[in-house]
Nanobody, 124 residues
Framework: VQLQAYGGGLVQAGGSLRLSCAAS????????RGWFRQAPGKEREFVAA????????YYEDSVKGRFTISRDNAKNTVFLQMNSLKPEDTAVYYC??????????????????WGQGTLVTVSS
């Protein structure tokens, strides 16, 4: 599975951005897609996830109510709509795909495929 993320950029605090992640290859094996982020000097952390069949969504507490993850099954694409952005949201955002049925949707180690990352910078 190959993942291509795009849509990052520079935005002022309070603004919005929409990230996209297109998948190709053996996408039929994927059962969940997620977004993670990594700020300078910090570990990669969970942001949001969506199950591919049921569309159930999961969010990290600090983004609840501001970010929305969604999917387009026909296009094998996942979106992350980010509203009310804050400077602390500044990070490289990575999309990921999970094949295994075990493990956690929140854990970096339980995802099997990763995109290249897209930089989101929120200015104050």
């Amino acid at each position: 599975v190959q993942l291509q993320a795009y849509g990052g950029g520079l935005v002022q605090a309070g603004g919005s951005l929409r990230l996209s992640c297109a998948a190709s290859g053996r996408t039929f094996s994927v059962n969940a897609r997620g977004w993670f982020r990594q700020a300078p000097g910090k570990e990669r952390e969970f942001v949001a996830a969506i199950t591919w069949s049921g569309g159930f969504t999961y969010y990290e507490d600090s983004v609840k109510g501001r970010f929305t993850i969604s999917r387009d099954n026909a296009k094998n694409t996942v979106f992350l709509q980010m509203n009310s952005l804050k400077p602390e949201d500044t990070a490289v955002y990575y999309c990921a795909a999970k094949v295994g049925v075990g493990g956690s949707l929140y854990a970096v180690k339980d995802y099997d495929y990763w995109g290249q990352g897209t930089l989101v910078t929120v200015s104050s």
